[in-house]
């Protein structure tokens, strides 16, 4: 019998993974590719390409022990293509396979690339999430608007996840009003684990190093877990250590802890070395043991099987061409300050750092401090997109663009949420402790030294006007601008074309 290529991708390293279910060892041949132009189609940050490239290494040999055929492309073999098309049509030639096994990968332009290879292809639906596309779609048909949090009722009933007797455990749905603390600086919280290179690690470290010189972010020290064993030992030690303060920390931000109780698990989850409902059931044991408190499970259950799902879903319905969206029309270039280039703005230091150093920051510094600055500037969406999708370890584009083009830009027109993240910088200083070493200040609401999220934001509600005066969670603040005598109306939207001129200028801000 003629052989077929199973195609397994670096975030498809799950064992019962859709394609190898649906293949034969006795006969098939798993292919799998270290290829450059999966790197560099972004420049994504070292750290990354290293994890990726280290776990489908460990992951290959495990396949080869149990008994797969294996044809593995490594970065600096002669012959690679440096394509994913390239290395199936030269598999193929070589092994004289007639046909192609993948699993859907979880991005557009390789669905596309994989669809127009010049060999028959069966995209087999990638099953590792919890609702399916077609249910999805079934969800969505004829609703006039997408909300989170009804898909995360039904995702409740349909697994079961802290319901009893078909309702809700503790009565209710979510217990957002117990988290959104402040952290306490002085908190003695466990540090998450870190796992020493072994030699494969080593070695795709130093092939990374000499293939991606010139990305951003600092490669080493590399501590990501690369196996399934590491990915659980990380998951027992947010469950033990970390998970009783999620609820409670979610959305603070400390400059001397970068990852607060937050779980470091998204790289895991993405590139299938853990599955979200093993990290769930986890979760919930540890509230029936009593080891963590509801607010914090239900949270960081909503994360995997509300979130997590729900902006796959909508990825996935709206078909290619989903990064592409514009709605608010922003055009400015992305400022240096984003690749590490200087600024005063303590908050955005911070972020931008702790990105270069660890491949890694939590939702509220993406979504209100990288996030919020680009939206209040008016920062391309596209030029954004491309930016969060190359430095975070975690950044795929099914869950990297919704998070970036619906919730945080709102440059898909509202599909998503249904008010833009648009804040001044009163949020940033309730919930962190940068303001207070920051050069401007958060108090001063114009002015040389007034904190360029406080002049923005009002630039951006005025520049929006239109679109958002008649939104009723909106209103408020549009009312409190009319108040507002004209002199400093008018000092406010000076200070922000002042900040606007300098970013076009390449100017320091
Ligand atoms: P925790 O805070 O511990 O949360 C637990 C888990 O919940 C995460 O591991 C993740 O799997 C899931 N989760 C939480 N929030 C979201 C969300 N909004 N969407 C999807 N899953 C969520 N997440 C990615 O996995 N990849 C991305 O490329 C990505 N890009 C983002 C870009 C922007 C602009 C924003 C605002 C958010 C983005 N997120 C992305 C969502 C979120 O920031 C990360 O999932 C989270 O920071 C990962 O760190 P953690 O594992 O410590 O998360
Ligand atoms: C992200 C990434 C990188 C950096 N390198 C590879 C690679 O060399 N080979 C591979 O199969 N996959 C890689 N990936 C993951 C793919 O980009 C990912 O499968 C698609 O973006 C779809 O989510
Ligand atoms: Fe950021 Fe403004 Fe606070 Fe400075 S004052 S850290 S710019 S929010």
Same mark, same amino acid.
């Given at each position: ?17 859709? =394609? ?34 280290? =776990? ?10 149990q ?8 970065l ?47 995209? !087999? ?24 949090? *009804? ?17 809700? !455990? ?33 070695d ?32 027992e ?54 080891k ?14 509300? *979130? ?24 400015r ?14 908050c ?6 702790q990105?270069r ?25 596209? =030029? ?16 990297? =663009? ?38 401007y200040? !958060? ?26 005066a ?39 801000v």
């Open positions: 019998m003629v052989a077929r290529l199973i195609l397994i991708l670096g975030d498809q390293l799950t064992p019962e993974i859709a =394609a190898l279910r649906a293949a034969d060892p006795a006969r098939d041949i798993v292919v799998m590719a270290e290829v450059r132009r999966e790197g560099s189609y972004v420049p994504h940050h070292p750290q990354k390409i290293a994890l990726i490239l280290s =776990a489908m290494r460990h992951f290959a040999k495990a396949l080869s022990a008994g797969w055929r294996v044809t593995y492309t490594r600096n073999d002669a012959d690679n293509s440096h394509s994913i098309e390239g290395e199936l049509l030269r598999r193929a030639a070589e092994t004289g396979a007639t046909e192609v096994i993948a699993t859907r990968p979880g991005e557009w332009r390789l669905i596309t690339a994989l669809e127009t290879l010049p060999l028959p292809v069966t995209l !087999v639906p990638d099953d590792r999430f919890l609702c399916s596309d077609a249910e999805f779609a079934a969800w969505a048909e004829g609703r006039k608007q997408f909300r989170m949090e *009804w898909f995360y009722r039904e995702m409740r009933r349909k697994t079961g996840l802290l319901m009893q007797g078909g309702a809700p !455990v503790g009565g209710q749905w979510n217990f957002d009003h117990d988290n959104r603390k402040r952290a306490q600086p002085d908190l003695f919280r466990p540090r998450p684990p870190r796992f020493a290179p072994d030699q494969i690690t080593q795709v470290l130093e092939e990374v190093a000499a293939a991606f010189p010139d990305h951003f972010g600092t490669l080493t020290p590399f501590g990501w877990g690369v196996t399934r064993t590491d990915a659980l030992r990380a998951l030690w947010f469950i033990d250590q970390a998970l009783p303060r999620f609820g409670d920390e979610q959305d603070a931000m400390l400059q001397q802890d970068p990852t607060l109780s937050h779980s470091l698990l998204s790289p895991y989850l993405n590139i299938g070395l853990l599955t979200p409902m093993e990290v769930c059931t986890a979760a919930e044991a540890a509230f029936h043991s009593g963590a408190p509801l607010n914090a499970v239900e949270g960081f259950i909503r994360q995997i099987i509300g *979130w997590r799902e729900y902006v796959r879903g909508i990825y996935m319905l709206h078909g290619p061409g989903y990064a592409d969206q514009n709605a608010l029309n922003a055009r270039p992305l400022p240096a300050l984003y690749w590490g280039g200087k600024t005063q703005m303590n955005l230091s911070h972020a931008v750092g990105t150093d660890l491949a890694y920051a939590h939702h509220i510094q993406r979504l209100m401090v990288t996030g919020t600055f680009a939206l209040l500037a008016g920062i391309s969406p596209q =030029a954004l997109h491309e930016w969060y999708l190359s430095v975070y370890i975690d950044a795929f584009e099914w869950v990297e =663009a919704p998070n970036t083009i619906g919730m945080s830009q709102f440059a898909d027109g509202g599909v998503l949420g249904s008010k833009p993240y648009a804040a001044s910088g009163a949020y940033i200083d309730r919930m962190s402790d940068y303001c207070g070493g920051c050069r200040s !958060v108090s001063q609401k114009t002015g040389p030294d007034a904190c360029p999220f406080n002049l923005l934001y009002w630039d951006f509600l005025i520049r929006h006007r239109d679109r958002f008649g939104n009723p969670r909106m209103a408020q603040m549009y009312r409190t601008w009319d108040k507002m005598d004209a002199t400093r109306q008018r000092d406010t939207l000076d200070g922000a074309a002042r900040i606007l001129r300098r970013l076009d200028a390449g100017q320091e």
